[in-house]
């Protein structure tokens, strides 16, 4: 039987507790933990069953208890103190991004597939999520006119259980947004705003709902509406669930319904950031807006479009990167090719690496790349590997000149750090800490804090974080049908004294959670030093397709449970953000044992360092730009070879792993001076903080966006569509004058004046004859590409130096010369080569067109 109506019942909430509401409504209590403990100290059982989710609470709470607080005036003073925070910090206006815009309206559209911004928002999985949950916080907190872009999943990502025998199974609790801190978007007359897209088709529709983090909106889009098929309903079901194709029709969803959906708000950002390739539709829809809208051609379309949008990419697995067959393609973007006067085939071109390879398949990092001018990798090392990777996207090109770039991650201070560290920083380092991490002075001060206090500080929270595990051990026992007896070892479990070593991520077989497991005996063994103990704490999800990753945490399980590990070591299922907290706050050591290249950066070690927590990792991502080889801040596993036998490098990087927790991590924790005190561990916990916070947190992050990115991009918008997008067209018709004109270029008799022999410091005068084929010198760069050579007798590295104009020959080539110094000894080598030259083009290697001086 079908209810004929349906409302939604609200609790009569005293008028004095109505800031409940607003702080219940606003994500700014995932990083304002006095508001969480607020409302936990209503009632804590409540509180935890409510999974963080304060609406939930609000509604579940008994009016007795409701009607006893509006009663109780220390809580109403509380309640109102932090109201007026909240006010307050909505209101401030202050911002250190010089953004030419002044509206307050969002000028930046973000789009990602997933966020992780609460534990009660379930919209996200991992890294990639939290990572953007932590740019909108830190948008937000430094005033960056920044909207989000995502998709309302009803059923989240799963939720991890384990069978007895440590087999990982999945579930899907479904959630209702009613009850979430979600509102939904309405028009003015009070009906829903409802977006649609074409999906082979049939029309499908989303809804929208709006989470507001701090002052930034997020936007999810969601299917579950009863306009549409059953089928479409499920399109925002669960977060990377589904074939191949609910991909496909997710990201269309996210991209071509994110940009409508923008419009349906009345908003108009200027520039969007496609936080990984999910999202790059949207490219294609600004550019079918900007030719219907405009009366733009295609090409002049997407100069403006490319030269305004932002891409990150965020991994270099093969499998994290979206691959569609043309035939996936075909029903959902035929008739979109056309309406964008493109052959299909030249449609699909958008997405591969070889335009002209037929049986390519699409690739959506791909088309990102091509739609972006401003595309960066997430670590200074995730750059030169998304460059060597994305080669081919640009084949005539050296891989420095691949134009992408690196800006690497951060954590949102404010919401990893724990309450109690949190509250030495504001003793130490004063408030601002939240506000301006990334400023050094503010961390450097961290020096200061007491030894005695940062470590009795630091080990409540390992005894908080040995308490909460042994409260989940026991609940995940019980689930699983354990006997009385094994619960009594929850009871017992951890040492809350001993030194506690961290492992918590996606079980992704690359980021190889059974290191540790090379040598089982002498794992053991680590753990039992009566006087010395070592104990483990792991927990993570593997991908419920990934049967190696299943297997692994099998493997892990059933040593956890064994009889001679089970109180020392002990997986926590259901990893999230909640566990992430208690874990990264309450450990003493956290692990990290990737491949190299493969971790593009990894987030939870930042979120570790700013507890004060040592990182031990190999040398890949954050890390390998972190690390400091005196050992100062944390240790590293190798470093950073990379091995083709990656058996082999299992196992010589798991004995490395095993020496250093023998020979430097145990002695330096246990090696106690006066007070107890373990002195030089607590220096490095000081000289990490100090050192590390300052960079690795999502301000210093965002702030770099803003410059390199966000700014520039909105600037080239404004000067493209001036005089009715008049420089668009032009750049747009110069770029389709370049192209064909571009492959008739030549170079020829290019002289130098020296001998074979050079000295250091003397300098060499280069001259080049080039035919331009029509186009202008100043069109054109010419430059000489020059450095020292290799044993192979390839450029070792490299300096480019633009040559200038200086006659023309009788048949009408143009002389070029420049002037080029060796600045060490070896072999050195040069060569001579032309790229286009526009005023508008930020990048001159985003074209893709390049010259070589041919032997
Ligand atoms: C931070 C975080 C991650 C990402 O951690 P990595 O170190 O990048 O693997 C994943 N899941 C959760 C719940 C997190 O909090």
């Not at 509380?78 to 509206?103: H, N």
């Not at 791909?366 to 997430?378: D, E, I, M, Q, T």
């Not at 040592?614 to 950073?640: F, H, K, M, Y």
Request: aromatic content about 10%.
């Amino acid at each position: 039987m079908q209810p004929l109506r349906v409302y939604s019942v609200v609790p009569k909430l005293p008028p004095k507790l109505k800031p409940l509401w607003d702080l219940a409504y606003n994500y700014w209590f995932s990083w304002n933990t006095e508001i969480v403990s607020l409302f936990a100290q209503v009632d804590h059982k409540l509180w935890r069953e409510c999974y963080g989710n304060p609406i939930a609470f609000l509604n579940r709470l008994p009016q007795k208890t409701l009607e006893s607080l509006a009663e109780d005036d220390f809580f109403l003073e509380r309640l109102g103190d932090l109201r007026q925070r909240l006010a307050a910090y909505l209101a401030r206006k202050a911002t250190s991004i010089p953004f030419p815009d002044k509206t307050g309206e969002p000028v930046v559209a973000y789009f990602s597939l997933e966020y992780g911004i609460s534990l009660c928002l379930p919209v996200y999985s991992g890294g990639l999520g939290i990572l953007a949950g932590d740019h909108l916080k830190s948008a937000s907190d430094l005033n960056v006119p920044l909207a989000g872009i995502g998709l309302c999943y009803q059923q989240g990502y799963f939720r991890q259980y384990l069978t007895p025998d440590g087999w990982q199974q999945e579930r899907y609790p479904i959630y209702d947004f009613e009850q979430l801190p979600v509102t939904l978007c309405k028009d003015a007359s009070g009906g829903r705003i409802l977006i649609s897209v074409d999906l082979r088709g049939e029309k499908v529709f989303a809804q929208i709902w709006k989470a507001q983090v701090g002052r930034v909106s997020l936007y999810l889009l969601d299917s579950n509406v009863p306009e549409n098929q059953p089928a479409s309903r499920q399109i925002t079901a669960r977060l990377y669930g589904g074939d191949l194709e609910m991909r496909v029709r997710q990201e269309y969803l996210l991209g071509i319904g994110g940009i409508r959906a923008l419009t349906a708000l009345g908003l108009s950002p200027r520039v969007i950031h496609m936080n990984e390739g999910h999202s790059a539709f949207a490219g294609l829809e600004r550019i079918g807006n900007f030719m219907r809208e405009n009366g733009l051609s295609f090409e002049a379309a997407l100069e403006l479009a490319a030269s305004s949008s932002v891409f990150t990419t965020h991994t270099p697995v093969p499998a994290g990167n979206d691959r569609f067959p043309p035939e996936l393609m075909q029903p959902y973007f035929e008739d979109y090719a056309k309406k964008l006067g493109l052959a299909f085939k030249v449609f699909l071109a958008l997405g591969r690496e070889d335009p002209r390879n037929d049986a390519e398949h699409f690739c959506m990092p791909v088309l990102a790349l091509k739609l972006s001018r401003f595309n960066n990798g997430v670590s200074l090392l995730h750059g030169v590997v998304s460059r060597k990777m994305w080669n081919r996207v640009w084949s005539q090109y050296p891989v420095e000149d691949v134009p992408i770039g690196a800006i690497t991650n951060g954590v949102h201070v404010p919401t990893w750090v724990a309450q109690d560290i949190g509250a030495l920083y504001d003793r130490y380092l004063g408030g601002n800490w939240r506000e301006d991490p990334d400023c050094p002075r503010v961390f450097s001060q961290a020096q200061a804090i007491s030894d005695a206090e940062l470590w009795r500080t630091h080990e409540r929270l390992r005894e908080r974080l040995v308490g909460y595990v042994r409260v989940k051990l026991r609940e995940q026992l019980l689930a699983r049908g354990a006997k009385r007896k094994e619960l009594l070892i929850s009871e017992e479990v951890l040492d809350p004294q001993a030194l506690t070593i961290g492992f918590a991520r996606r079980f992704a077989t690359y980021k190889r959670a059974n290191m540790l497991l090379q040598d089982k005996e002498r794992l053991i063994k680590i753990i039992s030093d009566s006087p010395r103990p070592v104990q483990f704490v792991f927990a993570g999800k593997a991908h419920p397709h990934d049967n190696e990753g299943k297997k692994i945490i099998q493997e892990l399980v059933q040593l956890c449970t064994s009889s001679e590990c089970r109180y020392s070591m002990v997986f926590l299922e259901d990893y999230d953000m909640e566990v992430a907290s208690y874990l990264v706050q309450g450990c003493d050591v956290w692990l990290n044992t990737p491949r190299r290249p493969l971790e593009a950066c990894g987030t939870s070690g930042m979120k570790a360092m700013c507890n004060g927590v040592l990182n031990l990792s190999t040398l890949d991502g954050w890390w390998a730009e972190a690390w400091r080889p005196d050992n100062s801040v944390g240790w590293a596993i190798g470093q950073g070879e990379e091995y083709e036998d990656a058996a082999y490098q299992d196992f010589v990087e798991s004995q490395t792993t095993y020496n250093i927790i023998e020979n430097e991590v145990i002695p330096t924790f246990y090696e106690r001076g006066h007070g107890n005190l373990p002195r030089n561990w607590i220096r490095k916990m000081k000289e990490s903080i100090s050192s590390l916070a300052p960079v690795y947190n999502s301000h210093r992050m965002v702030e770099d966006y803003a410059r390199i990115a966000y700014v520039p991009a909105l600037d080239n918008y404004n000067r493209l569509v001036k005089n009715d997008f008049a420089a668009a067209k032009d750049l747009a018709s110069w770029r389709m004058d370049m192209m064909t004109k571009w492959s008739n270029l030549d170079i020829r008799n290019i002289k130098t004046g020296e001998p074979e022999q050079l000295h250091v410091g003397d300098p060499v005068t280069v001259t080049a004859e080039v035919h331009l084929n029509g186009i202008r010198p100043q069109d054109v760069e010419v430059q000489i590409y020059s450095g020292r050579l290799n044993y192979e007798g390839k450029f070792a590295q490299r300096e480019t130096t633009v040559m200038k104009p200086t006659s023309t020959t009788g048949d009408g080539w143009h002389v070029f010369s420049g002037e080029i110094t060796p600045g060490e000894a070896g072999r050195f080598g040069f060569t001579v080569r032309i790229l286009p030259h526009h005023p508008l083009l930020l990048d001159s290697h985003s074209l893709g067109l390049i010259r070589w001086a041919q032997n």
